[in-house]
Structures are given as C-alpha cells and as structure tokens.
C-alpha cells in the first residue's frame, strides 16, 4: 500500500529511513509515536491542525496529491528541513489556513521553496509570499515564483531571494503606504528566468515594481523582463530602485519596455545617500523620459546601458534618458561614473517646438537644489540620430552645478549640442567627437576654471561662453543674498560650484569662500565685506525722460552696477524693457541713469528715455558670475565666443572683407587678415581681457586705423595708431585690463 502510494510521487526508496504512515488524523501523535528515529512520514489524508506540534530534524515529511495541512487553531515548527525529493518545489499547496506566526523553521531549512506552498484564497503571489516570508524569517533560500498576478505589496527579509519562473506577472497594485510591490532585504536576489515576464502596475499613480529595502547591503535586481502594465507612472517613482542608504546593491541584465519613465534608479533622502550601487547593462525601449535616474550617492556607477527610443514621447518637459538629478537640499552625488551607454534616436519622431515640446537630452547631470555634485566622470558614451533630423536630440551631454567633472571619448551622430555646462568649476572635456552634420556645439554658461581640448565636430562646431546672473542684496556684510527663492528656477540657483570664483556686485569683483545652497534664500559669502546694496523704487513722476535719469534717494547704486528693472502695476520708460538688463551711470547719492552695457555706462553714454512710464519702477541689484577663465585648444571647431580671460591656443587666420570691425574677446589669439582697398577702423573696446592679443594684417590697400573705445586706454611709443601700409602687420597686445599697446609695422 505505502509502495503504491509512493510510486504516484515518483518516490520508491529513501536511503537510511524508514516509510512510516498516519494511523490517526492528529499529526501530534504520530510524531510522537515516531520520536527522534530518522523516519519518511507519508501524509496520504489531510491533517486537520488543532494543536502545536513540534517536527523534529530527523523526520521527513511525503506528502502525496491532492492532501494539505489545514490549520483549526495550530501551529508548526521545524526543526530541520521536512521537505523530501524536491517536494518544497511542488505547484500544490502544502498549507492551508496558517498565519504568519503559525508556522516556524528553527533549525536548517530547503535552498529552495515553491510560493505554491502556501495556500491563499486570492489568485496572488504577493500573498503568498508575504506569508512565506514569515514562515522562514531567518533562513537563507531562494522563493520560486509561479505564474500568478501581483495585487499587495510585500517586504521580503534579509537572505531571501525571489526568483520568477516562467509566466506572466500582472500587476494591479495601487500605491497605498508602500512604493513598491515587491521590497528586498539584504543579501537578496531579485531575478527570472527566460520567459517571465513582470509588469507594472496597471493603476494610474502607480507604485515601483521592486526595490531595495532602505540600508539595504550586497543586492541585487538582475535578469529581469519588466513590462508596461498600462498604468502612469507619477513621475516620481521608478520602476526598479535602489533605495536610501543602500551599499553595493545592483541593478543589472534588465530589459524594460514600454514603461513610461524612471525605469531603473537610485536614490536617498535626507543625506542618507546609497554608496557603491550601480545600474549596468540594462535594456531599454519603447519609453518616453528619465530612463535612469540616480537622485543620490557616493561612487555609484551608470554603466553599459541601452536605451532604444522606438517611439519618441513628445509633450513633455523635457526628454532625457539618463537624469543624475539630486533634488532635495542635503541630496548630493559624488564620485559618479557614467560610462559606456547607448542612447539610439534612430526612427524616433522628431519633435515638435512650435507645439511647446523640447528636444530630448541623452544624459543630463542637474542639481535642483541641492548641496552639491562633485567628481564626475562621463566617458565612451554613444548618442546616435538620424543623419537627417536635427529635431531628436538637441543635447548630447548637459551638466549644472558640477565640481570637477571629465567629460572624454564620447561619439554622438546627429546630435545638436556636443555639450553644454552650465555654472560648473573645473571640466575637461576632451577626445569627444559629432559625427552628424549639424550644430556640433559647445556651451560653457557661468563655467570656469576649465579646458575643452581635441575635440572632433564634422559639422560647423562652436564654442560659445556665457555668463550667469542673479538677483540679489547685501546688508553690509561680506554675505551677498538671492532676492529669489531656491524654488525659482527663473532666475537661477546657486551650487557649490561657486567656490573659489569670482562674481561681481554693483561693479566690485568678489571671490566666493563659501556657498549656503540649502536656505530658501540662498547666498554667497565673499572674500571682504561689500556695502549694503538692496532693491529700491520710485514713481514714475520721479523718472526725467529729458536727463534720461531716475530720482532714487540714497539708491546705493556704483557706475557700472547690473540691475534689472521691473514694474509691478505700470510700463517703464520707453527705451527700456520690463525685466530687462542694464548697468547704473551713477550721478549723485540720488540720482542715475541707466546703459545697455557695462562698457558703455563706463563711458557714460546712457539710454535715450523718451517716456517716464507709468506705475511703481523697481530697481534690483544683480550678481553676475565672471567665471570664464577657461582654455581652449586643438579643437575642430569654426568659430569661438570668450568671455572673461578664457583663451584659445591655437591661433587661426580670420579673413575679414569689411572697412570696420569692433573686436572682442573671441579675437584673442587670432591672426586677422583685412581684405578691404578702402581704409579700414578697427575698436578696440573694454572688456578684451588683460591676456588679450591679436595680430592685425593689411592684405588690401586700405590702411587700417585702431583706436580705443570708452574707458580702454591705447598706447604706442611713436603715438601711432595705423598700418604702415599694404601687407604690413601690427600686434594689439594687452598690458593690462583694458589697457593695450600697439606695435609693428606703423604709421602715424
């Protein structure tokens, strides 16, 4: 009879232990019959549970089709592993009706175990596996998911691997106090099969699909397929995440499609960041934004990914595929590596600006507010377009508020801008290359202390620099403090970054020493005290449109201050702009007028007000960043705009065909050929910088003449100021901050 039975399991001996069968229902006598002699106990009827009962180490347990333990106000406890012949692996359920507390495995228990062990009246396999978890609290084993829909959440413990068969894994779970449908502990595995596949939520707003538990160490989420269930994501959740304060945890060998945005991430909150995690050699397709995202950590790393835009999703803010972007004040990235992706736009939809959407952006390094992202490497990347759609990507890389970061050895085709750095200290960029045939630009915003070097564009290519500014007040200290919230993107944050440049308010030059990034107003400390300098207003009938000035008691304002004007309830004089950019003619204590340059309000040449406006006119102080200082050399780029003191190596021949130039910055280093046979003015203006130098050719018959704009002081040792005559050269050198020295062949 036990033979028979036996065989319909496919057991027909256990080696060392003899068969032994229930002679009543109550499986606490049994047990008891048996005692500690190593013995196969065969469960043939179902066992109705009324009390505890303890199954010592040496018994084993058969169980045949069909039977189940059904609990009615008992309990279990191993002492050892009770499974035989891979029955902990059986599609049947084991136990029906046991809560959490009611079965327990004290001793060693199975490397493996079926989530069908538990029998739950929903068709769920979070269900299941929340009692599960239970069951083997303490143990070290791996849960065999089968085929069944995710509906709850649940926290799985320490050692305890989930690993999904084959199947498909709806997903109906609405975020309730859980982020994620699935949680895993430490020294946990999170993985599948070939053919399982696992979905997102099919709810609007939905959760993640799983992630590491908060502290979680030495984990991983790996060879997974997660699917679009359907739902809208919220924008804030990813679908698979590393969580705060997490320690060498991995996401890795992931293929995702179609879910909508932040498919892969890691994250902290309040300082507790996530160190050592890394997200590598995911796949990616059908999906709109963010893709990856690492919103904290120390030493994390970006690597190997794919990212296979099918289908460009336009209408959103903005598009980007990998999104380093801490956003809380204490978030902060440090020592992120971003290596080796594949970001693919090919047959992607182009978009559509008319219509209010923006161009996508491949990976995007931002601080939001934050306290700071520091040492940053971004190399042998790969952005790819269409050849002939200038409308996919407008940016290849694009990082704010970064200090120190290598930016080398990345390809893109088709793409927009090579790079763009906004309000960053001390990049190379360099051994990067634009094969597509269109912009191939590069832009440094408000960055200093930098060099962009062998550098490859097939397109025109360009280098373009730009300043920063701020609205901001002083009270008399060496603090100078945004008169706008960290909340107000308009106007621009403030990073730490700003450390060791130098900025200038109301005509002073000022070297940062430190940064308050976390305050809602935020400020700069300065190396000397500067004198309080705030917003001030009047009238419009205080405004005298015939003197061009403005009567502002004790405005506090220095000739060549920045400030923006602004009406809350009425127009500005004519002759200026509502928000608009000018620099102070400071005339007395009460009274100034205004310039459309810093130069020309040196020169004391002011704006022709032909109104006084109407309403309330406000006056606000302006820090602005002078930060160019940076160095540029062996590029392939055709045309370059410095700022600042920023210089490039190489000198180049520009031919110029006109009979007047004004030369600027961007003219520094540059050989400057004048083709003209009628007489040709050269400015020399402020601003040129105090390394300025550039060699000027009459290749024509018309002599060239250079003279000083307003406030730049021009000398020769003959008085000079002309080419000697055609195919003479003259040099225009710098010997200070606008003050410059012409020499060569001249002529008075």
């Given at each position: 009879?036990?033979?028979?039975?036996?065989?319909?399991?496919?057991?027909?001996?256990?080696?060392?232990?003899?068969?032994?069968?229930?002679?009543?229902?109550?499986?606490?006598?049994?047990?008891?019959?048996?005692?500690?002699?190593?013995?196969?106990?065969?469960?043939?009827?179902?066992?109705?549970?009324?009390?505890?009962?303890?199954?010592?180490?040496?018994?084993?347990?058969?169980?045949?089709?069909?039977?189940?333990?059904?609990?009615?106000?008992?309990?279990?406890?191993?002492?050892?592993?009770?499974?035989?012949?891979?029955?902990?692996?059986?599609?049947?359920?084991?136990?029906?009706?046991?809560?959490?507390?009611?079965?327990?495995?004290?001793?060693?228990?199975?490397?493996?175990?079926?989530?069908?062990?538990?029998?739950?009246?929903?068709?769920?396999?979070?269900?299941?596996?929340?009692?599960?978890?239970?069951?083997?609290?303490?143990?070290?084993?791996?849960?065999?998911?089968?085929?069944?829909?995710?509906?709850?959440?649940?926290?799985?413990?320490?050692?305890?691997?989930?690993?999904?068969?084959?199947?498909?894994?709806?997903?109906?779970?609405?975020?309730?106090?859980?982020?994620?449908?699935?949680?895993?502990?430490?020294?946990?595995?999170?993985?599948?099969?070939?053919?399982?596949?696992?979905?997102?939520?099919?709810?609007?707003?939905?959760?993640?699909?799983?992630?590491?538990?908060?502290?979680?160490?030495?984990?991983?989420?790996?060879?997974?397929?997660?699917?679009?269930?359907?739902?809208?994501?919220?924008?804030?959740?990813?679908?698979?995440?590393?969580?705060?304060?997490?320690?060498?945890?991995?996401?890795?060998?992931?293929?995702?499609?179609?879910?909508?945005?932040?498919?892969?991430?890691?994250?902290?909150?309040?300082?507790?960041?996530?160190?050592?995690?890394?997200?590598?050699?995911?796949?990616?397709?059908?999906?709109?934004?963010?893709?990856?995202?690492?919103?904290?950590?120390?030493?994390?790393?970006?690597?190997?990914?794919?990212?296979?835009?099918?289908?460009?999703?336009?209408?959103?803010?903005?598009?980007?595929?990998?999104?380093?972007?801490?956003?809380?004040?204490?978030?902060?990235?440090?020592?992120?590596?971003?290596?080796?992706?594949?970001?693919?736009?090919?047959?992607?939809?182009?978009?559509?600006?008319?219509?209010?959407?923006?161009?996508?952006?491949?990976?995007?390094?931002?601080?939001?507010?934050?306290?700071?992202?520091?040492?940053?490497?971004?190399?042998?990347?790969?952005?790819?377009?269409?050849?002939?759609?200038?409308?996919?990507?407008?940016?290849?890389?694009?990082?704010?508020?970064?200090?120190?970061?290598?930016?080398?050895?990345?390809?893109?085709?088709?793409?927009?801008?090579?790079?763009?750095?906004?309000?960053?200290?001390?990049?190379?960029?360099?051994?990067?290359?634009?094969?597509?045939?269109?912009?191939?630009?590069?832009?440094?915003?408000?960055?200093?202390?930098?060099?962009?070097?062998?550098?490859?564009?097939?397109?025109?290519?360009?280098?373009?620099?730009?300043?920063?500014?701020?609205?901001?007040?002083?009270?008399?200290?060496?603090?100078?403090?945004?008169?706008?919230?960290?909340?107000?993107?308009?106007?621009?944050?403030?990073?730490?970054?700003?450390?060791?440049?130098?900025?200038?308010?109301?005509?002073?030059?000022?070297?940062?020493?430190?940064?308050?990034?976390?305050?809602?107003?935020?400020?700069?400390?300065?190396?000397?005290?500067?004198?309080?300098?705030?917003?001030?207003?009047?009238?419009?009938?205080?405004?005298?449109?015939?003197?061009?000035?403005?009567?502002?008691?004790?405005?506090?304002?220095?000739?060549?201050?920045?400030?923006?004007?602004?009406?809350?309830?009425?127009?500005?004089?004519?002759?200026?702009?509502?928000?608009?950019?000018?620099?102070?003619?400071?005339?007395?204590?009460?009274?100034?007028?205004?310039?459309?340059?810093?130069?020309?309000?040196?020169?004391?040449?002011?704006?022709?007000?032909?109104?006084?406006?109407?309403?309330?006119?406000?006056?606000?102080?302006?820090?602005?960043?002078?930060?160019?200082?940076?160095?540029?050399?062996?590029?392939?780029?055709?045309?370059?705009?410095?700022?600042g003191t920023s210089r490039k190596d190489a000198v180049s021949k520009v031919d110029d065909f006109s009979t007047a130039r004004t030369l600027s910055p961007a003219d520094n280093g540059e050989t400057i050929v004048f083709h003209s046979n009628s007489a040709v003015a050269v400015t020399a203006p402020a601003g040129l910088g105090a390394d300025f130098g550039a060699l000027l050719i009459q290749k024509g018959t018309g002599q060239i003449t250079v003279s000083a704009g307003a406030g730049v002081t021009l000398q020769n040792r003959q008085s000079h100021s002309k080419s000697a005559g055609q195919f003479a050269g003259v040099s225009l050198v710098a010997v200070a901050a606008d003050s410059l020295v012409l020499m060569g062949d001249t002529a008075a």
């Amino acid at each position: 009879m036990i033979a028979k039975r036996l065989d319909q399991v496919g057991l027909t001996e256990v080696v060392g232990s003899p068969y032994e069968h229930l002679t009543t229902d109550d499986l606490a006598t049994d047990v008891a019959r048996i005692g500690s002699t190593p013995a196969c106990l065969v469960i043939d009827r179902d066992i109705d549970l009324a009390a505890a009962v303890v199954v010592p180490a040496t018994l084993k347990l058969v169980k045949m089709p069909g039977v189940r333990f059904v609990n009615n106000g008992g309990s279990i406890e191993f002492e050892g592993n009770p499974f035989v012949f891979g029955q902990e692996m059986t599609r049947e359920p084991w136990f029906e009706g046991f809560a959490a507390g009611d079965i327990t495995f004290t001793g060693d228990a199975p490397s493996d175990v079926s989530s069908e062990l538990a029998y739950v009246a929903a068709n769920s396999i979070t269900e299941r596996l929340a009692l599960l978890t239970e069951w083997f609290d303490g143990c070290k084993l791996t849960f065999h998911c089968f085929e069944r829909p995710i509906t709850s959440h649940v926290a799985t413990n320490d050692h305890h691997n989930l690993y999904f068969r084959k199947g498909d894994f709806t997903n109906s779970y609405a975020n309730g106090t859980n982020v994620a449908a699935f949680i895993i502990g430490s020294y946990a595995k999170f993985h599948s099969e070939h053919g399982a596949r696992i979905f997102s939520s099919s709810v609007n707003q939905s959760p993640q699909i799983v992630r590491t538990k908060d502290n979680c160490m030495f984990s991983m989420i790996k060879d997974n397929q997660f699917e679009n269930g359907g739902g809208a994501f919220d924008g804030i959740s990813f679908g698979v995440a590393i969580a705060s304060g997490s320690f060498m945890c991995h996401i890795k060998n992931n293929q995702a499609n179609g879910i909508q945005s932040y498919q892969f991430g890691i994250y902290g909150a309040g300082g507790n960041n996530p160190s050592y995690c890394t997200i590598d050699r995911n796949y990616s397709s059908g999906i709109s934004t963010q893709n990856i995202a690492v919103i904290a950590g120390d030493h994390c790393a970006v690597t190997r990914n794919t990212v296979n835009v099918k289908d460009f999703v336009t209408g959103n803010a903005y598009a980007s595929y990998i999104d380093i972007e801490p956003n809380q004040p204490l978030d902060t990235v440090r020592h992120l590596l971003i290596e080796g992706n594949k970001i693919d736009m090919r047959g992607a939809a182009l978009a559509n600006p008319e219509a209010g959407e923006q161009y996508a952006i491949g990976i995007i390094v931002q601080g939001v507010v934050t306290e700071g992202i520091t040492d940053l490497i971004v190399r042998d990347n790969e952005f790819w377009c269409d050849e002939e759609a200038d409308a996919q990507m407008q940016t290849a890389i694009e990082i704010t508020g970064v200090e120190n970061a290598t930016v080398c050895g990345n390809k893109s085709r088709g793409v927009g801008n090579m790079f763009v750095a906004k309000q960053c200290n001390n990049v190379k960029f360099y051994n990067n290359e634009e094969n597509g045939e269109y912009y191939g630009a590069v832009y440094m915003d408000a960055t200093g202390n930098s060099r962009v070097y062998n550098n490859y564009t097939r397109g025109a290519g360009a280098v373009i620099e730009s300043e920063k500014r701020h609205l901001a007040a002083s009270d008399g200290s060496n603090v100078i403090t945004l008169l706008h919230s960290n909340a107000d993107s308009s106007d621009g944050r403030m990073f730490q970054s700003y450390v060791g440049q130098q900025m200038r308010f109301n005509n002073v030059l000022y070297t940062v020493t430190a940064v308050d990034t976390v305050s809602t107003f935020q400020s700069v400390t300065v190396n000397t005290t500067v004198p309080a300098c705030d917003m001030v207003s009047c009238a419009a009938s205080a405004v005298d449109a015939s003197g061009n000035s403005f009567n502002v008691p004790a405005h506090g304002f220095a000739t060549g201050a920045g400030i923006v004007i602004y009406t809350p309830d009425g127009t500005v004089p004519s002759g200026l702009d509502n928000l608009g950019r000018y620099w102070v003619i400071k005339i007395d204590d009460d009274h100034f007028r205004l310039a459309s340059t810093r130069a020309l309000a040196l020169a004391n040449t002011p704006i022709d007000l032909t109104t006084q406006g109407t309403g309330t006119q406000e006056f606000y102080p302006a820090l602005w960043t002078e930060f160019s200082n940076n160095e540029y050399r062996d590029n392939d780029f055709s045309a370059y705009t410095l700022l600042g003191t920023s210089r490039k190596d190489a000198v180049s021949k520009v031919d110029d065909f006109s009979t007047a130039r004004t030369l600027s910055p961007a003219d520094n280093g540059e050989t400057i050929v004048f083709h003209s046979n009628s007489a040709v003015a050269v400015t020399a203006p402020a601003g040129l910088g105090a390394d300025f130098g550039a060699l000027l050719i009459q290749k024509g018959t018309g002599q060239i003449t250079v003279s000083a704009g307003a406030g730049v002081t021009l000398q020769n040792r003959q008085s000079h100021s002309k080419s000697a005559g055609q195919f003479a050269g003259v040099s225009l050198v710098a010997v200070a901050a606008d003050s410059l020295v012409l020499m060569g062949d001249t002529a008075a």
